[in-house]
């Protein structure tokens, strides 16, 4: 499995971004693709996921309203819009993989560890 971030940069605060992942590879219909973020000093987040079976979305407190992931299947890409941007959502943000067991009941894996696959990081910055 590969995949590459793209689409960070530097953005005002109240700004909009999008970020791409493409991804190939996958050996199976069932994984999770979820949205990473790391900030300077800080350990590496959860921001959102989504489900290749039914498209389940989670998204973490700090972004939910603001951060919508989607996926085009017919580009095997995931999108993670983000609006409204704000100063504490600088950070590096890293595109993630995992497989999920067909007819398990859908979850976010939280920890960085639960997921096998990451592309490289794409830094976003929000600043005047």
């Known amino acids: 499995v590969q995949l590459q971030a793209s689409g960070g940069g530097l953005v005002q605060p109240g700004g909009s971004l999008r970020l791409s992942c493409a991804a190939s590879?996958?050996?199976?219909?069932?994984?999770?693709i979820g949205w990473f973020r790391q900030a300077p000093g800080k350990a590496r987040e959860r921001v959102s996921c989504?489900?290749?079976?039914?498209?389940?979305?989670y998204y973490a407190d700090s972004v939910k309203g603001r951060f919508t992931i989607s996926s085009d299947n017919a580009k095997n890409t995931v999108y993670l819009h983000m609006n409204s941007l704000k100063p504490e959502d600088t950070a590096v943000y890293y595109c993630a993989a995992t497989y999920v067991a067909y007819g398990s009941s859908w979850s976010c894996p939280r920890a960085p560890y639960q997921y096998d696959y990451w592309g490289q990081g794409t830094l976003v910055t929000v600043s005047s």
């Open positions: 989504i489900s290749s079976d039914d498209g389940s979305t």
């Open positions: 590879g996958f050996t199976s219909d069932y994984y999770n």
